[in-house]
């Protein structure tokens, strides 16, 4: 059974840093895509970066583009989300996502993010709150 678990959210002032970090587990996959989603209170959940754990390949969405780093620890088996410079619109719930299916990742970074219903498994979530 795949199992991801969220860690490192908190509150924070503008202009402040947090890290984010998956941990996954009871998956057999050689190679997989995973992402960062976050829902903003009353706002649909939305994609915030992904990356593919076979090529590398990785995708930001506009909104945290040259803030937010994602990167894979592959020793580990964790994801991880290195959010700087972070303002009030970046509050919200962050979710850890995983699938077997290396082409999500693909159709990310071409059509400029997935739906969330193509993501097979999903951790609970942090919570990230950043104050002005």
């Known amino acids: 059974q795949v199992q991801l678990v969220e860690s490192g959210g908190g509150s924070v002032q503008a202009g402040g840093s947090l890290r984010l970090s998956c941990a996954a587990s009871g998956y057999t996959w050689s190679s997989y895509c995973m992402a960062w989603f976050r829902q903003a209170p009353g706002k649909e959940r939305e994609m915030v970066a992904t990356l593919s754990t076979g090529g590398g390949l990785i995708y930001y969405a506009d909104s945290v583009k040259d803030r937010f780093t994602i990167s894979h620890d592959n020793t580990k088996n964790t994801l991880n989300l290195q959010m700087t410079r972070l303002t009030p619109e970046d509050t919200g719930m962050y979710y850890c996502?995983?699938?077997?299916?290396?082409?999500?990742?693909?159709?990310?970074?071409?059509?400029?993010?997935?739906?969330?219903?193509?993501?097979?498994?999903w951790g609970q979530g942090t919570q990230v709150t950043v104050s002005s």
């Open positions: 996502a995983a699938d077997p299916s290396p082409r999500l990742c693909v159709i990310a970074t071409t059509f400029a993010g997935v739906p969330k219903d193509e993501f097979a498994h």
